[in-house]
């Protein structure tokens, strides 16, 4: 079976930085596309950062510049790290991989607050 695991969400003060890991196992071929999402209450899923297997990335205008995202292809694990956060960062964080299917992480609560 395929399972994505998240980690590393919690509650940090604004300003203050968290690292997220996503392991994936149960997956034979090379995962294309490793990606977070976020969904805050009341608002729709949406795209973070985005990784591809050759090591391109894409971000979320909101981000630029505090989060990057990296994977290790050898371990199928992908990060986020998140700097300088901001309480409208507060949202659970899920881990997307992408082959020919896709597949969600169950979520890691983020809470930026004082």
């Known amino acids: 079976q395929v399972q994505l695991v998240e980690s590393g969400g919690g509650l940090v003060q604004p300003g203050g930085s968290l690292r997220l890991s996503c392991a994936a196992s149960g997956i034979i071929f090379r995962i294309n596309v490793m990606s977070w999402y976020r969904q805050a209450p009341g608002k729709q899923r949406e795209l973070v950062a985005a990784?591809?297997?050759?090591?391109?990335?894409n971000y979320a205008d909101s981000v630029k510049g505090r989060f990057t995202i990296s994977r290790n292809n050898a371990k199928n694990t992908v990060y986020l790290q998140m700097n300088s956060l901001k309480p409208e960062d507060t949202a659970v964080y899920y881990c997307n991989a992408l082959t020919g299917l896709t597949y969600w992480g169950q979520g890691t609560q983020v809470t930026v607050s004082s």
């Open positions: 990784i591809t297997s050759g090591g391109s990335t």
